[in-house]
């Protein structure tokens, strides 16, 4: 893995790689056989957003901008259901290793919530499985990822919208991580064109040059950046791991990469979206849940892991309650 991260991004004038991450892991789940593997990419420099030229390109992409991200791991594919069903439904949490001592109980605010039961079939009659986990909200993704952090004594969390965009382009600068032609999208991605008006269990398609599967389509991928349109117009060039840290707001977040029910607009490498109170239109509670959308059948999300996190986002978490705003 380390020799195709290295002849990727080898001779691109956008790119230039810095520092090479420790291996490639697959992570198992404690007091599970459950497991998950996770990529090392470089860290390094890129151009984020698309040129103007770029066919189906939102204004809310530029402009683009030069920016610099640290080493770091991305999970191979999207948090499948066999995953999350472990943090959804499970009340044991164990500690990483029983060669460790016991920690303190955590406080109120530190220990980690679970969901509430959803309004509803969770995975809509899509499947379980190795199928990706949807419908879950911002804060249930940022949960999960504590959780996960407590099971493995590993600190993970959601990518920022540069770490997504980094690992999904691969050392491109075209609009897909492979070209610029929509015509082979059906071969990395499912889309609004091949899905079936339905995701598909992950690494079903083809991955990026970083072996990076489902980084266009399948299931639009959580980020953990709040969501601004015109947030490009205030990072500064060359800006290292640029973010836009949230609030307690529930609602805009980002979310990357397309899904089954989109286009191959949506599933460009710089496209963006954000979350709004459509997402859980049909949900009859007030004030609504935290936990579960009922409109969102296609968003779900993946982890990452900083090789040496970055001062801001040590012990971030969400501060999303039920008295939150919209």
């Known amino acids: 893995m380390r020799s195709v991260l290295i002849a990727a991004l080898s001779g691109l004038a956008f790119a230039t790689t810095f520092a090479q991450p420790p291996a490639s892991y697959t992570e198992t789940i404690p007091g599970t056989s459950v497991a ?7 860290g390094g420099r890129f151009t984020m957003g698309s040129p103007l030229s770029e066919k189906g390109r939102n204004a809310d992409e530029g402009p683009p901008h030069e920016v610099e991200v640290r080493p770091f791991w991305i999970g191979k594919t999207e948090v499948t259901w066999d995953e999350y069903d472990l943090y959804a439904f499970s009340m044991d949490v164990p500690p990483p290793s029983s060669s460790q001592p016991p920690a303190a109980p955590p406080s109120r605010a530190d220990a980690v919530t679970r969901p509430t039961p959803p309004y509803g079939d969770e995975s809509f009659g899509y499947g379980k499985g190795r199928q990706p986990a949807i419908n879950m909200t911002w804060h249930a993704a940022m949960e999960y990822c504590r959780w996960l952090s407590t099971k493995t004594g590993k600190s993970y969390r959601l990518p920022t919208e540069a770490e997504w965009e980094y690992a999904a382009r691969a050392g491109t600068t075209t609009a897909y991580g492979f070209g ?3 015509g082979t999208l059906g071969d990395y991605a499912w889309t609004r ?7 598909h269990p992950v690494a079903s398609k083809k991955p990026n040059a970083w072996g990076l599967y489902d980084m266009h389509g399948n299931v639009a991928e959580w980020i953990l950046d709040q969501y601004d349109p015109k947030y490009y117009e205030k990072v500064k060039t ?35 979206r954000g979350s709004t109170p459509e997402w859980s239109r049909r949900d009859p509670q007030s004030p609504k849940s935290i936990w579960w959308h009922t409109d969102a059948t296609f968003a779900g ?14 012990g971030f978490r969400s501060t999303i309650t039920r008295d939150s705003p919209q």
């Not at 998950?36 to 470089?42: D, G, R, S």
């Not at 064109?193 to 995701?199: H, L, T």
């Not at 791991?241 to 990357?256: A, D, E, T």
């Not at 090789?307 to 986002?313: A, T």
């Open 301 to 314: 999300f993946r982890v990452v892991r900083a090789v040496g996190e970055q001062d801001d986002l040590k």
């Open 180 to 182: 610029d032609d929509p």
């Open 193 to 199: 064109e091949n899905s079936g008006e339905k995701p």
């Open 36 to 42: 998950f593997e996770m990529i090392a990419v470089p």
């Open 238 to 272: 060359g800006a290292v791991g640029p973010v836009l840290l949230p609030g307690n707001h529930r609602f805009p977040h980002v979310s990357r990469g397309g899904s089954w029910d989109d286009d191959a607009r949506m599933a460009r490498s710089a496209a963006r």
